[in-house]
């Protein structure tokens, strides 16, 4: 996952604090700059650097882990726009800080940047779910498409088993594309149904699997099951439900 930092902004309930900050999500953490952390705590900058000093001299946290400079561009008076090296430090640094100077604020800033994180995360979880879940769908129609088109040109509709596989896989399709249309709220049940030809149970799926590695000469691993996910999928494409 590209890592990407945004600012976000901390209020506290009072009113009195407001602090700017930046949320790492790939680092799971919040940095700060010294003059943001005297603001949050209500010191100056001067204390935090001096409390700063005494966390790394006793070994309570290591500098090269807790603190990082980043290139920032600014305007810079008469001679325009410079970039500059700013220190700034994540939140493990701005809670020991914190503890030690004004524990109270300490604790709610705590409190709020496990929830900033916490929100990041399941963004992140929940975008690249569907990501993934979404191209595997779409490589697995595909492949479906190019059976098909492998059935019908080399006439294997002509064995029984090959047709038994073949409306397996139009049947497993067909319910990957209720399921998504599902997903999308735009599932339309119709008023009838055609009489069901063909109805694919595990059974006769792994008897057609077989036949279909004997006729192509498969590797040893193809159709191996991983787990009972395959027969899992097998059962659940005749399953209805009941309100």
């Keep these: 996952m590209e890592e990407r930092n945004d600012i976000v902004i901390y209020n506290s309930e009072d009113g009195l604090v407001k602090m700017e900050a930046m949320v790492d999500p790939a680092g799971e953490t919040i940095w700060a700059t010294q003059k943001a952390i005297a603001a949050l705590f209500g010191v100056t900058v001067p204390n935090i650097s001096y409390h700063l000093g005494r966390i790394f001299k006793s070994g309570e946290l290591e500098a090269d882990a807790v603190v990082k400079e980043i290139l920032i561009t600014a305007q810079s008076g008469a001679r325009g726009i410079s970039d500059e090296k700013v220190r700034y430090y994540n939140l493990d640094a701005i809670i020991s800080i914190g503890y030690k100077v004004n524990s109270v604020r300490a604790t709610k800033f705590r409190i709020w940047a496990a929830n900033v994180l916490k929100q990041y995360m399941l963004k992140g979880y929940a975008v690249n779910r569907n990501a993934v879940s979404e191209q595997k769908y779409e490589d697995l129609k595909k ?47 119709a008023d009838t149904t055609a009489p069901e030809r063909f109805h694919a149970t595990y059974e006769n799926a792994i008897e057609a699997i077989k036949s279909l590695k004997e006729k192509f000469g498969a590797s040893d691993l193809f159709g191996v099951e991983k787990d009972a996910s395959f027969h899992s999928s097998i059962g659940q494409i005749y399953q209805t439900w009941e309100g």
């Design 143 to 189: 492949a479906v498409g190019l059976l098909e088109n492998v059935f019908s040109k080399e006439l294997l509709l002509t064995s029984d088993q090959a047709t038994d596989l073949f409306d397996v896989i139009r049947d497993y399709t067909y319910a990957l594309d209720t399921l998504d249309a599902y997903d999308y709220q735009s599932l339309k049940i």
